[in-house]
């Protein structure tokens, strides 16, 4: 029998189990792991997605905020020595830590009642990320690839695709969950881009201006930065300010930013 049959699904860590073997399969098919991979699971849960990982890459490193299923987790693998389960946050985990060559490979499915967080932690270590699979609700994978003037489109876009390239891959029925959770889910791949297509001066003016356009995202731009730029004029930036802060592209965001960053230097 099951060594977790009596580990019960908690609400307030996400625990959603996938149940499904055919989507499993699908998912890890997508991942496409290698032995060599650097490759780190965050929430394995009951080792649904990490029983397909480890066959595959035997030195998987997992991440589980929940204590009770550790020694479940490592009774289960327990003929893979290199599998090792971390009992941490992954919110505050420090995944540069675990970097070798810039080259690690982040996957999960993730707990939806903080995903927007964690794929801010996330996204802060680009720089030492090959990819991210993620299966999260649906919603969130549209507002990751979302293009602008869609309902969709706001800060988690810009800033996702100002740092990744973003694929939605294929949509996760409910009914593949138990317990069943009351959205609909989905996969999405997230590449960072060694390059970034359009570089900013300043990131965190970027974010912050990203920021503050989408709290006002039905005003204009000269309104709804006013709280960073009140004096924001028609003639100090390159785009029509009387526009509004949704209908910008990533690269018309960067452009504004680093049109302000400039005139501070000034
Ligand atoms: N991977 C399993 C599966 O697909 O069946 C479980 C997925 S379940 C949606 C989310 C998992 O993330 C749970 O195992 C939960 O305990 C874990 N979790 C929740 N919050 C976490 C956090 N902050 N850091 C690490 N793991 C977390």
Same mark, same amino acid.
Do not use: W
């Given at each position: 029998?099951?060594?977790?049959?009596?580990?019960?699904?908690?609400?307030? %860590?996400?625990? @959603?189990?996938?149940?499904?073997?055919?989507?499993?399969? +699908?998912?890890?098919?997508?991942?496409?792991?290698?032995?060599?991979?650097?490759? &780190?699971? /965050?929430?394995?849960?009951?080792?649904?997605?990490?029983? #397909?990982?480890?066959?595959?890459?035997?030195?998987?490193?997992?991440?589980?905020?929940? $204590?009770?299923?550790? *020694? #479940?987790?490592?009774?289960? %693998? +327990?003929?893979?020595?290199? %599998?090792? &389960?971390?009992?941490?946050?992954? #919110?505050?985990?420090?995944?540069?830590?675990?970097? &070798?060559?810039?080259?690690?490979?982040?996957?999960?499915?993730?707990?939806?009642?903080?995903?927007?967080?964690?794929?801010?932690?996330?996204?802060?270590?680009?720089?030492?990320?090959?990819?991210?699979?993620?299966? =999260?609700?649906?919603?969130?994978? @549209?507002?990751?690839?979302?293009?602008?003037?869609?309902?969709?489109?706001? +800060?988690?876009?810009?800033?996702?695709?100002?740092?990744?390239?973003?694929?939605? =891959?294929?949509?996760?029925?409910?009914?593949?969950?138990? *317990?069943?959770?009351?959205?609909?889910?989905?996969?999405?791949? =997230?590449? *960072?881009?060694?390059?970034?297509?359009?570089?900013?001066?300043?990131?965190?003016?970027?974010?912050?201006?990203?920021?503050?356009?989408?709290?006002? +995202?039905?005003?204009?731009? $000269?309104?709804?930065?006013?709280?960073?730029?009140?004096?924001?004029?028609?003639?100090? &930036?390159?785009?029509? /300010?009387?526009?509004?802060?949704?209908?910008?592209?990533?690269?018309?965001?960067?452009?504004?930013?680093?049109?302000? %960053?400039?005139? @501070?230097?000034?």
């Amino acid at each position: 029998m099951d060594n977790f049959f009596q580990h019960k699904a908690r609400k307030r %860590f996400g625990q @959603n189990f996938l149940v499904d073997e055919t989507i499993i399969e +699908r998912i890890v098919r997508a991942i496409a792991p290698k032995a060599s991979d650097r490759l &780190v699971e /965050i929430g394995p849960g009951h080792g649904a997605i990490t029983k #397909l990982l480890l066959q595959r890459c035997p030195s998987l490193t997992a991440v589980e905020l929940d $204590r009770d299923l550790i *020694p #479940l987790l490592q009774f289960k %693998f +327990r003929e893979y020595p290199q %599998f090792r &389960v971390i009992e941490q946050d992954a #919110l505050k985990f420090d995944f540069g830590s675990f970097a &070798v060559q810039d080259a690690l490979r982040i996957v999960g499915n993730l707990p939806y009642n903080i995903s927007t967080p964690l794929l801010f932690h996330l996204l802060s270590f680009k720089g030492k990320v090959q990819d991210m699979h993620f299966m =999260l609700q649906k919603e969130v994978v @549209n507002r990751l690839s979302a293009t602008p003037g869609t309902k969709a489109y706001g +800060r988690l876009s810009v800033m996702a695709q100002y740092q990744c390239h973003v694929q939605g =891959l294929f949509p996760v029925p409910a009914q593949s969950f138990r *317990p069943a959770p009351k959205v609909e889910s989905a996969i999405v791949r =997230l590449t *960072p881009h060694s390059t970034p297509p359009f570089p900013a001066k300043d990131e965190k003016l970027l974010a912050q201006i990203v920021n503050t356009a989408f709290q006002q +995202r039905r005003k204009t731009l $000269r309104n709804a930065l006013k709280p960073l730029f009140p004096e924001l004029v028609a003639e100090s &930036v390159p785009l029509d /300010i009387s526009r509004r802060p949704e209908t910008l592209s990533v690269g018309e965001f960067v452009q504004l930013a680093n049109t302000c %960053f400039e005139r @501070n230097q000034e």
